[in-house]
């Protein structure tokens, strides 16, 4: 079983939709989830992060772990054509990843049809 | 500027010949990393370093070699290339202190091994 379980899609969506991107993963050491977004010939970029359980919002993202289901999602609001891009999740069990770095999902390829 | 740069942003290149990717940032972090990216694979981690004097192999090492000539340059080689080491290379920094727990990413370097 991969540490990390992330569906590679693709995803496409209409504009203005609430979109979904989840992961899955075994390793219940884990405590700090992020969410990395990463456009076409670029590197990723940190979208969000949260520490251990709950849910963060930022503007139209919703970051949510359920460390008991050990399951994290993150949720788009009124999705736009520019929100189209390749989703990974990342988790490590210590602060700034510690000795082992940070353990990656696949990425989620998302298509927002105008 | 970029945060981190890397270079070169494209290379082809030919089977058996020395290669060196480069990686410098003007974050101030402390802590550097080298991954590839494949298809279907995701991001796999091949070397990391906490500071100049610290270097580690991470989950694909072979093939690989690094220096670390400063704070900010951190240098990935491939000494005699072969073609399944064509990939997406990024350079990642990250600051256990002053960023938390994020990584930051360089734009890449596209490798082709023919």
């Known amino acids: ?114 | 500027d970029a945060d981190v740069t890397q270079t070169p942003r494209n290379r082809i290149t030919k089977t058996g010949k020395r290669i060196m990717l480069e990686c410098s940032q003007t974050k101030g972090h402390d802590r550097m990393y080298w991954y590839r990216q494949d298809p279907g694979l995701g991001l796999r981690l091949i070397y990391y370093s906490f500071d100049v004097k610290d270097i580690n192999k991470g989950e694909i090492s072979d093939g690989y070699s690094v220096s670390r000539q400063a704070q900010a340059k951190f240098s990935l080689s491939l000494e005699s290339a072969i073609p399944n080491q064509t990939a997406l290379y990024f350079c990642a920094t990250s600051d256990f202190y002053r960023t938390g727990y994020g990584y930051t990413f360089g734009s890449g370097t596209r490798l082709t091994v023919v």
């Open chain 1, 1 to 114: 079983q991969k540490e990390v379980e992330q569906d590679p899609g693709p995803l496409s969506v209409p504009e203005g939709a609430i979109v979904s991107l989840n992961c899955t993963y075994s390793n219940s050491a884990f405590q700090y989830f992020m969410w990395y977004r990463q456009y076409s010939r670029k590197g990723p970029e940190l979208l969000m992060y949260t520490y251990s359980s709950g849910n963060k919002e930022d503007g139209r993202f919703t970051a949510q772990v359920d460390k008991s289901s050990k399951y994290i999602s993150l949720f788009i609001r009124d999705s736009q054509p520019s929100d189209s891009a390749t989703y990974l999740c990342a988790m490590s069990a210590k602060s700034g990843g510690g000795a082992d770095g940070l353990t990656f999902g696949k990425g989620t390829h998302l298509i927002i049809q105008p």
